[in-house]
């Protein structure tokens, strides 16, 4: 046992590449997450708005951002999204390789995926109280930003852990895929070489994340929830 | 005073057209409280959202203090409605405010200043007798408490009418008391004009001036409520002033009338002034007294010997302002 916390100790997969991969992660899950956070959110309430039902229903929109846009990507597998959009990373960042090019696909990726979850939050807000709003006299803009986003909160917390959980992910197989990062240190050590050791703290590493994340998540969710 | 002169309202299902109000007039005059009651599927909701205009009537129109609120622009629209404060059945409070800021929700939306808002909300909380409940969320307040909010909500636009739709039909009998007896302090406060849509006759008993019965998208009898109960005939008296039920049947062969008596007679001994004036004995099969509003109202089912002269009596009553309607002649 002690053999084999020392050894972790002096090799240099551990000592040298373990932190600047841990770094890399962090990198690629927060610019992903944030940016996926800025646009999702208006992504989901235009879709809840647009609907026929909504409040400015917009057929074309609707039609454009549901079954175009958000079905389509999210209906691809996220390893080849990845690979298909490697000119469009370069396009956008410079280059598709290291955090920042996997970035770019991660948020597309995930952007989809979040704007539903935004949006099943906000349909959880009862109708009444959207009548309520109206017959106050407020306008779109205020039902939205007064009504829908701080009565939907808590839901949407809860959709930006789970999206944040995913993306952590989603960055091991990126990292896989030129991107660097947890993922790949996992997979050039811990595979190609076969070194067991890097695999398992790897491992421990991406499921303490998690953990932290949901941890938290959590906690914000049902600190702002008061229903 | 609220003007509504025939409304209409035709939902499109598919090919069908379902007339949910087919030509509604109504007129509740100031400080007036007015009970719109139908059974299911009359119309009572489709009326509430024509009246605040979250549907857009069909035809007809509605007006407020002679200002009317339909046919306007999307801008005017957001500003005719705070004159309208609506009351909801479920409260319908955003949960992620406190009571004192579900309050301040319609000033905020005019951009009113925060120091004037503060004031506002505090005088609110008080009329509705909530002033310790300001930083309370709606979960922690009970049905009834959640209603008050309500209704300060409504209020705080310091609107010309009050709409009220089911304000108690999630509340037990007592809650139900103490919200009518607010909205009634209410109007004689603030001198509002106040609409109340129920499906309890309670309610109209309780705290309504005047009322309307809806059927089918169209009122069928309306007016004050001591008028109606003196309506012979009329379906709303007996639903208001029901018998108690399985009446006794009748034994031989006198006709028997429902008689219906309000205010000054119903201390006055209106059957046995009959029974000495024609020497007859009356037989009571059933009978109810209720106080309505400022009124006592009677019904009785009354038996009258084989051997009297049913047209006389009847004659009789009605010169002294009794409603009588004969079994048989109506339901
Ligand atoms: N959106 C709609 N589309 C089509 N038909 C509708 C719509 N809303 C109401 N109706 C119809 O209009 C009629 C009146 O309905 P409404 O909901 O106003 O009745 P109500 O008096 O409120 O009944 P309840 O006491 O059950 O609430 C019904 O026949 C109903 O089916
Ligand atoms: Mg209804």
Not at chain 2, 283 to 291: F, K, P, T
Request: glycine share 8%.
């Amino acid at each position: 046992m002690m053999d084999f916390f020392s050894e972790l100790a002096s090799n240099p997969g551990i000592t040298k590449a373990m932190w600047p991969a841990f770094i890399e992660t962090m990198q690629m899950t927060l610019v992903s997450g944030l940016v996926t956070v800025l646009i999702g959110i208006p992504l989901g309430v235009l879709l809840l708005t647009s609907n026929k039902n909504g409040l400015a229903p917009l057929r074309w929109l609707n039609w454009l951002l549901s079954a175009v846009i958000v079905n389509i990507t999210r209906s691809i597998p996220f390893a080849i999204l990845m690979i298909a959009l490697i000119p469009f990373s370069a396009l956008v960042v410079g280059t598709a390789l290291g955090p920042m090019g996997a970035s770019v696909s991660l948020t597309i990726g995930t952007i989809p995926f979040y704007a539903r979850l935004v949006e099943t939050a906000l349909k959880e807000v009862s109708s009444g109280k959207i009548d309520a709003a109206k017959v106050m006299g407020s306008t779109r803009m205020q039902i939205v930003r007064k009504v829908y986003l701080p009565e939907a909160m808590p839901g949407i917390i809860d959709a930006t852990t789970t999206t944040i959980v995913t993306l952590i992910g989603y960055t091991a197989m990126a990292g896989v895929l030129g991107g660097g990062g947890l993922g790949y240190l996992a997979y050039n050590y811990g595979y190609v070489r076969y070194e067991l050791e890097i695999m398992v703290v790897t491992i421990v590493i991406l499921v303490a994340l998690v953990q932290l994340v949901q941890f938290f998540g959590d906690r914000i969710s049902t600190r702002i929830n008061h229903r | 005073m609220i003007t509504v002169s025939d409304l209409r309202k035709v939902y499109r299902q598919g090919s069908d057209e379902v007339v949910a109000l087919a030509g509604v007039s109504l007129e509740v005059p100031t400080g007036k409280i007015h009970g719109i009651v139908g059974h299911s599927g009359a119309g009572k909701s489709t009326l509430v959202r024509c009246l605040t205009l979250l549907d857009r009537p069909t035809s007809g129109t509605v007006a407020v203090n002679g200002t009317e609120l339909t046919n306007v622009s999307d801008n005017q629209l957001r500003d005719a409605r705070r004159r309208i404060g609506m009351v909801f059945q479920h409260a319908n409070l955003f949960d992620s405010r406190t009571t004192a800021q579900n309050i301040a929700y319609p000033l905020e939306l005019v951009g009113t200043p925060k120091a004037e808002i503060t004031a506002k909300v505090t005088e609110l909380l008080e009329l509705v007798g909530l002033s310790k409940f300001g930083k309370a969320y709606p979960s922690q307040l009970s049905g009834g408490q959640r209603q008050r909010v309500g209704i300060a909500r409504a209020l705080a636009t310091d609107p010309d009418i009050l709409l009220c739709d089911e304000p108690t039909s999630a509340l037990d009998p007592k809650t139900t008391d103490e919200i009518l007896d607010l909205i009634k302090k209410l109007r004689d406060r603030l001198n509002i004009t106040v609409l109340i849509i129920t499906h309890e006759m309670h309610v109209v008993k309780q705290a309504c001036d005047s009322v309307s019965l809806l059927e089918a998208g169209r009122i069928v009898e309306h007016g004050d409520l001591d008028t109606v109960i003196n309506t012979a005939g009329s379906s709303l008296a007996t639903t208001l002033l029901p018998l108690p039920g399985d009446a006794p049947r009748a034994e031989g062969s006198g006709d028997i009338l429902d008689i219906i008596y309000s205010g000054e007679q119903a201390n006055d001994p209106v059957l046995s002034s009959v029974a000495r004036r024609f020497d007859i004995d009356i037989n009571v099969l059933a009978g109810a007294v209720e106080q309505m509003g400022e009124h006592q109202f009677a019904r009785l089912r009354i038996q009258l010997p084989a051997t009297a002269d049913t047209a006389e009596v009847v004659n009789y009553l009605k010169s002294i302002g009794v409603a009588v309607t004969q079994k048989g002649d109506a339901k």
